[in-house]
């Protein structure tokens, strides 16, 4: 049994930042991948970021500069700090973890930015 408890969302206005936080717990290790997705109203769920078990971090075109995903192995938590957060980013965001064949996904955390 696998579960990801994902929180941080808030609402913010533009230009801010959030920490969203995503703590695992069950057969996740610290050597398997994890992810951020977010999903906005009527679109399709996007990789924001993802980190490997040895650190490797890779982020999509639109967050890259402004996003830092990381993680703490000793507490089996990642981070996802949210930097010149704008409109666009608004959105769920879900936290994933791989553990092969089987992907696994919190409930989701709202973040909306808007004035």
């Known amino acids: 049994q696998v579960q990801l408890v994902e929180s941080g969302g808030d609402l913010v206005q533009p230009g801010g930042s959030l920490r969203l936080s995503c703590a695992a717990s069950g057969s996740i290790t610290t050597a398997n991948t994890m992810a951020w997705y977010r999903q906005a109203p009527g679109k399709q769920r996007e990789l924001v970021a993802s980190i490997t078990g040895g650190g490797t971090t890779n982020y999509a075109n639109s967050v890259k500069g402004r996003f830092t995903i990381s993680r703490d192995n000793s507490k089996l938590t990642i981070y996802l700090q949210m930097e010149n957060l704008q409109p666009d980013d608004t959105a769920v965001y879900y936290c994933?973890?791989?553990?092969?064949?089987?992907?696994?996904w919190g409930q989701g955390t709202q973040v909306t930015v808007s004035s």
């Open positions: 994933n973890a791989l553990r092969w064949p089987v992907t696994y």
